[in-house]
């Protein structure tokens, strides 16, 4: 009875470390996921602070006038762009602002002849197609700045395009490529360039984010531009019809006929 009762105070002790260590280890494991979580909340609250986003310039900012290589001075009022087809070489400008939180460092640019709207170009230029910057082109946050590009070469079939388009008084995109000052959280901003009589609009159609989702998935966006695509088509169909002349009468039916039904 007496060894029954006796107590193997070495198995207690090795169990109640046990006990103590795996207490332990949950609470270590909680700490650090709990560390973890506090670094990703302020690893995106650093992002935010310093997350630029490019738009065009409001009409009342005032004008701003750059150099390009060469000498040639071009200037654009606010809510504009400076668009010049002179001795062969393209000058472009577009007056922006910052809405974002961070300096807009921009790294390269990509264009082409057209509006191109998301209905008829539903994703950005290949990153291969953008020209890199020669100019460090800072744009202060909450504050307007002003982004430049040339195109020189006679030999560049997009160069050809868009002096025929600037020509024609057609309309130009332009893609902007920018990052913030760590060269971080790339982004991609479409702008259209619209002439309107001595001046050219610009106006912002679209952003992408190279480093991250955000706040709209690609996915939904291609979906409402199907949706527009598709009531669009409905629409002219429908006007199509509405427009056309009414079916011809047959023969037999266009004769005037009497009470017993024989012609008149």
């Known amino acids: 009875m007496v060894d029954l009762l006796a107590t193997d105070w070495a198995t207690v002790s090795s169990l109640a470390t046990a006990a103590g260590t795996l207490v332990l280890a949950v609470a270590t494991f909680q700490a650090v996921r709990s560390s973890n979580r506090s670094a990703r909340i302020a690893e995106v609250a650093l992002q935010e ?17 750059i150099m390009f290589f060469g000498g040639h001075w071009v200037s654009a009022l ?31 640019w990509a264009v082409r002849p057209g509006r191109g709207s998301s209905a008829e170009v539903s994703t950005h230029a290949p990153l291969e197609d953008f020209r890199l910057q020669s100019r460090d082109l800072y744009i202060p946050a909450g504050d307007i700045g002003m982004w430049q590009g040339a195109l020189r070469d006679p030999g560049d079939p997009v160069r050809v395009a868009v002096a025929d388009e ?85 023969e037999e039916e266009s004769v005037p006929r009497g009470v017993e039904g024989r012609p008149l």
Not at 49 to 65: G, H, I, N, V
Not at 80 to 108: F, K, M, P, W
Not at 178 to 199: E, K, N, W
């Open 166 to 250: 600037i020509d024609n008084n057609g309309a130009i995109t332009i893609e902007l490529l920018y990052s913030d000052q760590v060269g971080t959280q790339r982004t991609i901003s479409r702008f259209a360039l619209t002439p309107a009589g001595d001046s050219w609009f610009s106006g912002l159609t679209r952003h992408w984010y190279l480093d991250w989702q955000g706040p709209r998935p690609e996915g939904d966006t291609l979906q409402a531009i199907e949706m527009i695509l598709r009531e669009r088509a409905a629409a002219e169909e429908r006007l199509a019809s509405q427009d056309s002349p009414p079916p011809p009468l047959d």
């Open 49 to 65: 602070q310093r997350r630029p986003l490019l738009a065009p310039s409001r009409l009342e900012d005032p004008k701003q006038k």
């Open 78 to 108: 606010g809510g504009r762009a400076a668009v010049e087809h002179l001795d062969g070489t393209v000058y472009l400008a577009i007056s922006l602002r910052n809405v974002g939180t961070g300096i807009a460092v921009c790294q390269g």
